[in-house]
């Protein structure tokens, strides 16, 4: 029950802890005290070591753990044609915490241009690893659900609802930039339909001036569109995450509410779903993935503390969901990033490291 083709047995959702010395060089470059190139220098040096790490543990993909990014999405965002970052007012509020202030706005017609860095970024690792390289991009349907109101420009469009149509087709045009970059495992991390199973968070959606109850079938439409067209022999996954921030989290619920549309109405060959608490609710949603070539990753082991799970623990919890899927449509990777933001979460780079060996341990001894 091996896998040769992605998602792996074993897995990884996309970011890592960052190291000391890149810690450092971004500081400095903050403070005017190198140059661009220089910290290119360390991130470059920073992310071989780390893509020789993601071989080491024995897994067979590695990312470079978004060393570049100091958000695991409006560094993406703010690149793309028409879009823009921009300082507000307030952060992203998470369990006793608030993120930085900082968000993104349309100020023109949304489109990928051969330009956007991130395809640098790709080509580098790629050129650097003996495994499968892993992009991960935040989703089209969590850009329109981050959009403050009055945050688009009325002379392009009318509303936050007007950009769908442009914004399937911008992430059209990223799928075939990242593939002819040579990009075969494409992922779209997604927070949007974690919050759609969270009553609160709808709320605050309706406050905001987002129509919640029509949100399901507005991002089904705009992930199906933003997939069309892909190669065949490119694997495009999402992850679904709670929010991930120094160690906290922002949605609470399980799948049940959107699982019919996720798992059997999106054209995703795969799905990295959380499921490190009792947040997630339980598997029975799972039921709802159609048989045969889909996949769900279950993210079993937390990055939110560094205390290792027993595998024991993960084991009984795997053979659970196989009342629900069949075994060989699951594999295993942790439940998210160790790092969706360059602050990352509290736990040691040792204890990161003994996760992900972790995961491929288990994947061995389950799957084997």
């Known amino acids: 029950m091996t896998r040769n083709k992605p998602p792996f047995r074993a897995d990884v959702v996309g970011s890592l802890l960052r190291t000391v010395p890149l810690k450092e060089a971004r500081a400095k470059r903050e403070k005017g005290e190198i140059s661009a190139a220089q910290l290119q220098e360390v991130e470059d040096c920073e992310i071989e070591k780390i893509i020789r790490k993601q071989e080491e543990v024995g897994l067979k993909v590695a990312t470079d753990g978004e060393f570049r ?47 956007h860095p991130m395809l640098e970024h790709f080509k580098f690792l790629k050129a650097h690893t003996r495994v499968t390289s892993k992009m991960c991009i935040p989703s089209p349907a969590t ?71 029509r949100l399901q079938q507005d991002y089904a439409r705009v992930v199906n569109g933003a997939l069309e067209g892909k190669p065949a022999d490119m694997t495009i996954t999402t992850h679904v995450c709670r929010g991930n921030f120094r160690s906290t989290w922002i949605s609470e619920g399980g799948y049940e509410p959107v699982a019919e549309t996720l798992l059997g109405r999106l054209n995703y060959d795969g799905y990295f779903l959380e499921y490190d608490s ?91």
């Open 278 to 368: 009792a947040r997630a609710g339980g598997f029975e949603p799972l039921r709802f993935l159609p048989k045969g070539n889909k996949i769900v990753v279950l993210g079993l082991i937390t990055t939110k503390s560094g205390t290792l799970e027993r595998k024991d623990d993960i084991k009984r919890r795997i053979e659970e969901a196989t009342k629900y899927v069949a075994l060989d449509q699951l594999c295993l990777s942790p439940q998210c990033g160790f790092a969706s933001t360059e602050e990352g979460n509290i736990l040691a780079e040792g204890e990161q490291w003994a996760k992900l060996r972790m995961v491929v341990e288990l994947a061995d001894e389950v799957w084997r």
């Open 69 to 115: 990014r100091s958000w695991w999405h409006f560094d993406f965002y703010g690149l793309l044609d028409g879009m823009e970052r921009y300082t507000l007012d307030h952060g992203i509020q998470f369990h006793g915490i608030q993120s930085r202030m900082e968000s993104i706005r349309v100020t023109g017609k949304l489109g990928f241009s051969a330009s």
């Open 143 to 213: 850009l329109h659900f981050r959009l403050e109101p009055r945050s688009v420009d009325a002379r392009f469009y009318a509303d936050r609802d007007a950009i769908f149509d442009d914004l399937a087709k911008t992430y059209r045009q990223a799928v075939r930039a990242f593939y002819d970059a040579g990009c075969r495992y494409l992922q779209f991390d997604d927070t949007a339909w974690a919050y759609l199973c969270s009553q609160a968070e709808l709320k605050k959606a309706r406050e905001r001036g987002l129509n919640a109850d």
